[in-house]
């Protein structure tokens, strides 16, 4: 069985205390079967100075960008053009828009939710979209946009199914974390039953989010094997079925081979 981490943080996890190095975090995954992992950046000099601590591995891919909550200091996007060029990297983001932590930068927000779809469809690579509070105007960026063009994925997805619906039709993908788990979360756990099984990825957006029973926990790659247990019982399949076609679907999103994805 490959269960494949679409979003984690592998740079944020508590290697003094938790993990000997990046090496023991793929190694207590592959324990689980999650056999892969993109490592998301949330700011420039972020995504260099993680990619520099995880190095070419066979099993982690990059994606660059600058996370919505990070636009207080300006960014050169012909700097995010060419990072976000190498091979290695398989998306741009994470992007998009947050509301509930910062409304003052608004206006900078969605500049570089712009530009970083713009990059994309150049690249032809697709954007991973983080939104809180800002539901309306996401949507109407990734239409204006024509996100098509590269495609895209709403990662921790706590939308509802009606926003699931609309981003179905723009052809996104949707990305379950942890937090379909939570007790609190039967909305999310509505779309998840509406999302078609061919359109779900698997994230823990560790270190954030544990799923039960880690919540409260710093949250771990090898912990998408508890996500994928919980939404297989949520899609009546098995836990083969899901891990399969969840697979299938981050090659095809991301274009990475299916061969670098398979025992």
Not at 19 to 46: C, E
Not at 64 to 79: R, T, W
Not at 167 to 183: H, K
Not at 203 to 221: C, F
Request: net charge negative.
């Amino acid at each position: 069985m490959f269960l494949v981490d679409s979003h984690c943080h592998l740079d944020g996890l508590d290697y003094e205390n938790l993990h000997q190095d990046v090496s023991d975090v793929l190694a207590k995954a592959a324990a689980r079967d999650v056999k892969f992992m993109l490592a998301v950046a949330t700011t420039l000099p972020g995504y260099q100075t993680m990619v520099q601590l995880i190095g070419d591995r066979p099993n982690v891919a990059f994606s660059c960008g600058v996370h919505p909550l990070n636009q207080e200091q300006p960014y050169d996007f012909s700097e995010l053009r060419q990072l976000a060029a190498d091979e290695r990297v398989v998306a741009m983001g994470e992007t998009g828009l947050d509301y509930y932590y910062q409304q003052e930068t608004k206006a900078q927000q969605q500049a570089s939710f712009r530009e970083h779809i713009r990059i994309g469809r150049d690249l032809k690579k697709p954007v991973i979209v983080h939104t809180r509070d800002a539901r309306e105007d996401t949507l109407a960026i990734l239409r204006e946009e024509q996100v098509e063009g590269c495609g895209g994925v709403l990662h921790c997805f706590t939308e509802d199914r009606e926003t699931a619906e609309k981003l179905l039709d723009m052809g996104f993908y949707i990305s379950f974390s942890g937090i379909v788990t939570f007790r609190n979360a039967e909305t999310i756990r509505e779309a998840a039953r509406y999302v078609p099984l061919d359109r779900i990825l698997l994230e823990t957006d560790s270190p954030y989010l544990a799923p039960v029973p880690y919540r409260g926990k710093e949250n771990q790659p090898a912990y998408t094997r508890d996500v994928a247990e919980y939404m297989a019982v949520l899609k009546g399949v098995s836990i083969e079925q899901l891990a399969e076609t969840t697979t299938e679907n981050f090659s095809r999103l991301f274009h990475v081979p299916l061969s670098r994805l398979t025992d």
